[in-house]
């Protein structure tokens, strides 16, 4: 079975500066995708980054990036520059593998984060 | 813009009801997922569809019946609710079959409340 794991509390970060959420997952699957979504107030999961577990580079999108750390099983993300309307649950997810299980994504249970002006 | 679209985006219905929520994607993708996620938890899967077909559902209530009309539609028919069924229903798409490195693009979700 899958795993991911959050725990940080609430976060908390100054507009403009940068903020790392933590990921750890535990997958006794060679290959497997890490992804993150960002969820505001208003419901709507918003794709925001993918890492597969071969990908030699750690992702980048725009304001976002991926710390992926194989070997400790962590993929955090990095958000630079951060603005008020990065305020949102943030959730670390990873997919499954083997026929059907392909479409299952395991999400951790969020980090709440707010941007402070 | 977001390219998988849900409605209605509220709904509010008594136990005796019959509803539907209805999703539409325009991009393309032949899986479609339903989802059901409870105030600060993440997402829970209910169904997928795979090429129009039912490929998983994970022991959801006869309650919940899905409908998958075309590549591009997704309906939840809801029947006899019960309070603890209020959530927000997501529905999401993808790459058919899906494959580990897809992406599952999510739409704005319906907020349903059960009287």
């Known amino acids: 079975a899958q795993k991911i794991t959050q725990t940080q509390p609430g976060m908390f970060v100054q507009e403009k500066e940068a903020v790392t959420l933590d990921c750890t997952y535990d997958t006794s699957d060679p290959s497997y995708g890490l992804f993150w979504y960002k969820q505001p107030s208003s419901g709507e999961m918003i794709f925001l980054i993918y890492?597969?577990?071969?990908?030699?580079q750690n992702a980048t999108e725009g304001r976002y990036s991926l710390n992926f750390q194989k070997a400790r099983k962590s993929a955090n993300l990095v958000i630079s520059a951060s603005q008020l309307g990065d305020s949102a649950m943030y959730f670390c997810?990873?997919?499954?593998?083997?026929?059907?299980?392909?479409?299952?994504?395991?999400f951790g249970k969020g980090i709440t984060l707010s941007v402070r002006p | 813009d977001t390219e998988v679209t849900q409605t209605p985006k509220h709904l509010v219905m008594g136990m005796t009801n019959k509803k539907s929520l209805k999703c539409e994607q325009h991009m393309g993708h032949r899986a479609m997922y339903w989802y059901k996620q409870k105030a600060k938890k993440p997402p829970e899967l209910m169904f997928v569809?795979?090429?129009?077909?039912?490929?998983i559902n994970e022991s959801v209530p006869s309650r919940f019946s899905p409908e998958c009309p075309n590549s591009s539609l997704l309906n939840l028919h809801l029947h006899a609710l019960q309070p603890e069924d209020s959530a927000l229903y997501l529905c999401?798409?993808?790459?058919?079959?899906?494959?580990?490195?897809?992406?599952?693009?999510f739409g704005p979700g319906t907020r349903l409340t059960v009287l």
């Open positions: 890492q597969g577990s071969y990908d030699q």
């Open positions: 569809y795979s090429y129009e077909k039912l490929s």
């Open positions: 999401a798409s993808s790459p058919a079959p899906p494959q580990l490195t897809d992406t599952q693009y």
């Open positions: 997810a990873i997919s499954g593998s083997g026929t059907g299980a392909n479409s299952k994504l395991t």
